[in-house]
């Protein structure tokens, strides 16, 4: 298994500028999510998806937006890329199921680390 | 406001001493707690996870963790560290609301010195 897997690894945007990170997991989990990571901060979550077909705003959404047509991927959007955008982008995923197992860890993919100037 | 507060933003420590690492967090539903290890350039790992029952939980590489739910903590030790233990400790929780996401402390950056 690969896990979760990001492309790509680094990119420059001049402001203004959008692009579509990618994200895929080939462990059919059910939940995904988006977090972005700062420097000397921790991860902040910008999106959720529960399913196929359903996503959720997280704690920074301004600025992106995502879409889950199948259970394996999770891109997002960024549409004017701003400086304020520029940090390093986590997609993560993780099974929720009935009881303890609604709590399970979340599997983190490698990052892509985005600059815009 | 629901949050988690790791106290340390660095600790530098000498090989094979102790360790803790401190982590609190302040909500008012139920918590499940979680820490999380980057190393240099990578993506986050699981370290060890408590979701109930003994309050002490252990990971395979020696660290441990325990809550503490009177004073809501989650402390993260080690006995006798390694050099390569050398990274950035992150504390999460996922708080009972449905959303199932991980709300993250800011990080302790761990430095194992020889």
């Known amino acids: 298994n690969a896990g979760v897997t990001q492309t790509p690894k680094f990119r420059i945007l001049k402001i203004g500028q959008s692009m579509t990170l990618q994200c895929t997991q080939d462990?059919?989990?059910?939940?995904m999510y988006w977090y972005r990571q700062d420097p000397g901060m921790g991860l902040k979550l910008i999106y959720y998806?529960?399913?196929?077909?359903?996503?959720d705003k997280g704690e920074v959404p301004n600025g992106y937006n995502v879409s889950r047509s199948t259970t394996e991927d999770f891109p997002l959007r960024l549409e004017l890329a701003a400086p304020s955008q520029t940090s390093v982008y986590f997609c993560?995923?993780?099974?929720?199921?009935?009881?303890?197992?609604?709590?399970?860890?979340?599997?983190f993919g490698p990052g892509t680390r985005l600059t815009v100037l | 406001a629901q949050s988690v507060t790791q106290l340390d933003s660095q600790v530098p420590v000498f090989e094979e001493a102790p360790v803790e690492l401190r982590c609190n967090y302040s909500?008012?539903?139920?918590?499940?707690l979680f820490w999380y290890v980057q190393y240099p350039n990578q993506g986050l790992q699981l370290l060890l996870k408590?979701?109930?029952?003994?309050?002490l939980v252990e990971s395979i590489n020696g660290f441990e963790a325990e809550f503490n739910k009177s004073q809501t903590s989650f402390h993260l030790r080690k006995p006798s560290v390694h050099i390569s233990d050398t990274a950035e400790y992150f504390c999460?929780?996922?708080?009972?609301?449905?959303?199932?996401?991980?709300?993250f402390g800011s990080g302790t950056r761990l430095q194992v010195q020889p």
């Open positions: 998806s529960v399913g196929a077909g359903i996503t």
């Open positions: 462990m059919n989990h059910n939940y």
């Open positions: 993560a995923s993780s099974y929720s199921g009935p009881g303890e197992s609604s709590y399970n860890e979340q599997f």
């Open positions: 408590y979701l109930s029952g003994s309050t």
């Open positions: 999460a929780v996922i708080m009972d609301t449905g959303r199932r996401a991980l709300t």
């Open positions: 909500s008012s539903v139920s918590v499940y």
